[in-house]
């Protein structure tokens, strides 16, 4: 089936600094990938969605300087958390559609700030 | 708006069946789903459904949909303890790809 992987599983960084993960489709195009966040002991919530070649949609209460998404191929969406606090720390997922009724969720990654 | 809520915990004995449930508000729901999440782990799919359909089984899961209420279910037969994680139900917004979830039930599977 289709993959989606995110990078980095894992990050850790200092309050202050920004932070870049990255979501890609391996074996497929995806021309609208979506970002949630999960908060603990609550659900995923879709933070924006991702249009390659255009700005992201975000949801309401979601700020767009601080969470910055770039779709720059029908690949790669990249979500930037600008100016890290902890408060950011959560985890966070991107997914594509494959052309069908399923959604391919990347690995998520799981950010820590200090 | 739309909203999707589970209860956040179910704790079966192994070998039980499970079921957990959810409600959603919107009536015009395209698909539901149910993800699986293991620790650590991203979401796995393990089933959908079409929002005219009222059961669908799949091995040892089976969906139930009442669109009238909104009240969809997931039942797990013969809980194994791999089955232990929290359990997602989504629903697709019409004419877009977007999910909204639920908040999760955690289940526990106890030997």
């Known amino acids: 089936g289709a993959v989606v992987s995110q990078h980095p599983s894992r990050v850790i960084c200092k309050s202050g600094t920004s932070v870049k993960i990255e979501c890609r489709s391996l074996d497929f195009q995806a021309t609208t990938m979506f970002w949630y966040r999960q908060f603990p002991k609550k659900s995923l919530m879709l933070m924006a969605t991702?249009?390659?070649?255009?700005?992201?949609?975000?949801e309401q209460g979601v700020e767009k300087d601080k969470f910055l998404i770039n779709h720059a191929s029908l690949t790669l969406s990249t979500l930037t958390v600008t100016s890290a606090h902890p408060e950011d720390s959560s985890f966070y997922i991107c997914?594509?559609?494959?052309?069908?009724?399923?959604?391919?969720f990347g690995q998520g990654t799981r950010l820590t700030v200090v | 708006g739309e909203d999707v809520e589970q209860s956040l915990f179910l704790s079966v004995r192994e070998g039980d069946s499970s079921v957990i449930n959810c409600t959603y508000t919107d009536s015009s729901s395209t698909y539901l789903y149910w993800y699986k999440q293991e620790p650590g782990a991203g979401l796995q799919l393990l089933t959908y459904i079409f929002s005219n359909m009222d059961m669908k089984q799949d091995q040892r899961l089976t969906v139930l949909l009442n669109k009238k209420d909104k009240h969809l279910s997931l039942r797990i037969a013969d809980t194994q303890t791999g089955d232990s994680a929290i359990y997602f139900c989504?629903?697709?917004?019409?004419?877009?790809?977007?999910?909204?979830f639920g908040t999760g039930t955690r289940l526990q599977v106890f030997p």
């Open positions: 997914s594509a559609f494959g052309g069908n009724t399923e959604a391919f």
């Open positions: 991702s249009n390659e070649g255009s700005k992201a949609t975000y």
């Open positions: 989504a629903e697709s917004i019409q004419n877009t790809d977007k999910l909204i």
